[in-house]
C-alpha cells in the first residue's frame, strides 16, 4: 500500500512539473525595428520674440505662440532584459510659418535632425505592450527665410533635447505590434547664426533668434522584431 501511495505521488509531482515546464515559455531579446511619423505642437518663445521684431506692423498677438510641425521617424530597439530596452531614434522634423503684411510675405521653413538614445521601461501583455522611457540626444536645426522667389537666407543652429513619452502597442503577432506613441519635450538649443558664424538678429534690434522649447507629440507607426 505505501508503495503505490509512493508511486502515486512520485507521477503525481512529475507530471505537474512537466506541465508546468511546458506552460512557462522563456522571454526571448528581440531587436525591433520601428518607423512611423507624428506631429509636434510646441512653442519657442524666443523664436517668437525674433519674429515680433523683424516683421513691421506685427504684434505679440499676431505672431502664434503655438505651432505644429511634422516629423518622419525610425529607430532600433534592443531587449536588455524582459522589462528594460534601449535603443536609437531618428526623426526629421519640418515646420513651415508665414505671416502676410501686404504687401509684403514673410515666408519661414524649419528643419530638424533629431537623433535620440532612449531607454524603455516595457509592461508586456499577452495582447499588448506599453512603454514608458526617457530619451536624450542632440539636434541640427536649419531655418530658411524666403525673401523673395530668387533669395533664400540659411542659418543654422545646434543643441540638446530631452523627451519622456509612452508608448500603447496593440499586438497583431509575435513579431508585428502598432505604434501609439505620445510624449513631451524640451529643446535647449544654441542661437541661430549664419554662414559666418554670426548670430541671427532682428532688423534694427538687438533680440537674436534660436529654437529652444518646449511642447508636446504623437506619433503612429509600426513596428517589427528582426530576430
Request: aromatic share 18%; net charge positive; no cysteine.
Amino acid at each position: 500500500m505505501k508503495n503505490k501511495i509512493f508511486i502515486f505521488l512520485a507521477a503525481f509531482i512529475l507530471i505537474n512539473a512537466a506541465l508546468f515546464s511546458q506552460g512557462k515559455i522563456p522571454f526571448k531579446k528581440h531587436l525591433a525595428f520601428y518607423t512611423g511619423m507624428g506631429i509636434n505642437y510646441g512653442i519657442t518663445p524666443e523664436f517668437r520674440d525674433y519674429l515680433v521684431a523683424s516683421i513691421p506692423y506685427s504684434t505679440s498677438d499676431s505672431i502664434r505662440s503655438f505651432n505644429a510641425g511634422v516629423e518622419f521617424a525610425g529607430g532600433l530597439e534592443y531587449d536588455l532584459t524582459s522589462s528594460v530596452s534601449a535603443g536609437i531614434d531618428y526623426s526629421y522634423y519640418i515646420r513651415g510659418l508665414s505671416y502676410i503684411y501686404s504687401p509684403a510675405v514673410f515666408d519661414y521653413t524649419i528643419t530638424n535632425h533629431q537623433p535620440y538614445l532612449f531607454v524603455n521601461y516595457n509592461l508586456r501583455k499577452p495582447k499588448y505592450h506599453i512603454k514608458l522611457g526617457g530619451s536624450a540626444g542632440y539636434h541640427f536645426q536649419q531655418l530658411d527665410n524666403k525673401v523673395n522667389n530668387s533669395t533664400t537666407l540659411k542659418y543654422t543652429s545646434s543643441g540638446p533635447s530631452f523627451r519622456l513619452s509612452m508608448t500603447f502597442m496593440p499586438k497583431f503577432s509575435e513579431n508585428f505590434f502598432i505604434y501609439l506613441n505620445g510624449f513631451g519635450f524640451a529643446n535647449i538649443y544654441g542661437k541661430l547664426k549664419d554662414e559666418n558664424g554670426q548670430a541671427v538678429t532682428a532688423p534694427n534690434s538687438t533680440v537674436e533668434a534660436d529654437l529652444k522649447g518646449y511642447g508636446v507629440g504623437v506619433r503612429l507607426g509600426i513596428l517589427f522584431n528582426i530576430n
